[in-house]
């Protein structure tokens, strides 16, 4: 069992190049997140999936974009990076349901130049 | 704003020592979960706490969840280096609401 897997796990990108975040669970779990962490800082939302075919908006979405096609997969589009883009990104997965535990993927270490 | 505060924002001891943090806020949640961070890794559940005033032991680790379902504390007696890490707590209100996270606590246990 994989749980959340993502990839890349490290990319350098320079100031306006484009790039696409991967990130797949393999657990059946409807609900989907994306996060950045800043260096020494807490967790930020970036844009959620309550379930295949629907998105939201979570606290910082300028500058990405998701889609969910599948269960599955939740990908993450940088459009335009900037350096303020610098960051880990995490992805996440749970079931439904208000308590259940939130799994989440090793990161995705983004540094834009 | 920040829904969640958590106290103190870093903590250096050494180990043995016995420690408590503090997740705070204004808002009642239905459940309460706390997380532990890993350099390099993403964040892994330590625990759920559900009921006002629940008590829940894990180890050397204690939890407690406010009786009104606001605030929560971490105690951790006789650390050691492998409690080091970054501590979040993590708020529920049900239903399709993503949780809602502290800035989390930096520990770092010197042996």
């Known amino acids: 069992n994989a749980g959340v897997t993502q990839t890349p796990k490290f990319r350098i990108l320079k100031i306006g190049q484009s790039m696409t975040l991967q990130c797949t669970q393999d657990?059946?779990?409807?609900?989907m997140y994306w996060y950045r962490q800043d260096p020494g800082m807490g967790l930020k939302l970036i844009y959620y999936?309550?379930?295949?075919?629907?998105?939201d908006k979570g606290e910082v979405p300028n500058g990405y974009n998701v889609s969910r096609s599948t269960t599955e997969d939740f990908p993450l589009r940088l459009e335009l990076a900037a350096p303020s883009q610098t960051s880990v990104y995490f992805c996440?997965?749970?079931?439904?349901?208000?308590?259940?535990?939130?799994?989440f993927g090793p990161g995705t270490r983004l540094t834009v130049t | 704003t920040q829904l969640l505060e958590q106290s103190p924002q870093f903590l250096s001891i050494q180990e043995g020592e016995n420690l408590t943090v503090y997740c705070n806020s204004s808002?009642?949640?239905?459940?309460l979960q706390w997380y532990r961070q890993e350099p390099g890794e993403g964040p892994v559940l330590l625990v759920t706490?559900?009921?006002?005033?629940e008590v829940k032991k894990l180890k050397r680790l204690t939890f407690q969840f406010g009786d009104a379902r606001k605030d929560s504390s971490l105690h951790i007696t006789a650390a050691q280096p492998g409690d080091t890490g970054l501590y979040l707590c993590?708020?529920?209100?049900?239903?399709?609401?993503?949780?809602?996270f502290g800035k989390g606590t930096r520990l770092s246990v010197i042996a």
């Open positions: 996440a997965s749970r079931e439904a349901g208000g308590s259940s535990e939130q799994y």
């Open positions: 657990m059946n779990h409807n609900y």
């Open positions: 999936s309550v379930g295949a075919g629907i998105t």
């Open positions: 808002s009642v949640f239905s459940s």
């Open positions: 706490v559900v009921t006002g005033g």
């Open positions: 993590a708020g529920a209100w049900g239903g399709n609401t993503p949780l809602v």
